[in-house]
């Protein structure tokens, strides 16, 4: 199993900045893509971003050129770095990890979710 352990979510105000770590641990051979989704009430959770194991990204439209997604290989971790936020951004983020383990059985893991909220 893999556990994901988030953190980094609060209150901030409009045009603020906030950075989201997600570490990975478990039994895990190697980590594919990894990822931020978010989903506001009464909302579907939406992709955010996602940073294959090669380093290649996807943003969603509405926070291209504000969050930047990184990973540590090292450490099994999963930045999300989110600048000039705005109060549309408010909602629970979650981090996604698909990871393999010796036998090449893959999995897909959530967190637990972390809130963060932008005030106007």
């Known amino acids: 199993q893999v556990q994901l352990v988030e953190s980094g979510g609060g209150l901030v105000q409009a045009g603020g900045s906030l950075r989201l770590s997600c570490a990975a641990s478990g039994i895990i051979f190697s980590i594919n893509a990894m990822g931020w989704y978010r989903q506001g009430i009464a909302k579907q959770r939406e992709l955010v971003a996602a940073i294959a194991s090669g380093g290649s990204t996807v943003y969603a439209d509405s926070v291209k050129g504000r969050f930047t997604i990184s990973r540590d290989n090292t450490k099994n971790t999963v930045y999300l770095q989110m600048d000039s936020l705005k109060p549309e951004d408010t909602s629970v983020y979650y981090c996604?990890?698909?990871?393999?383990?010796?036998?090449?059985?893959?999995?897909?893991?959530w967190g637990q979710g972390t809130q963060v909220t932008v005030s106007s």
């Open positions: 996604n990890v698909d990871s393999s383990d010796r036998i090449g059985i893959r999995s897909s893991s």
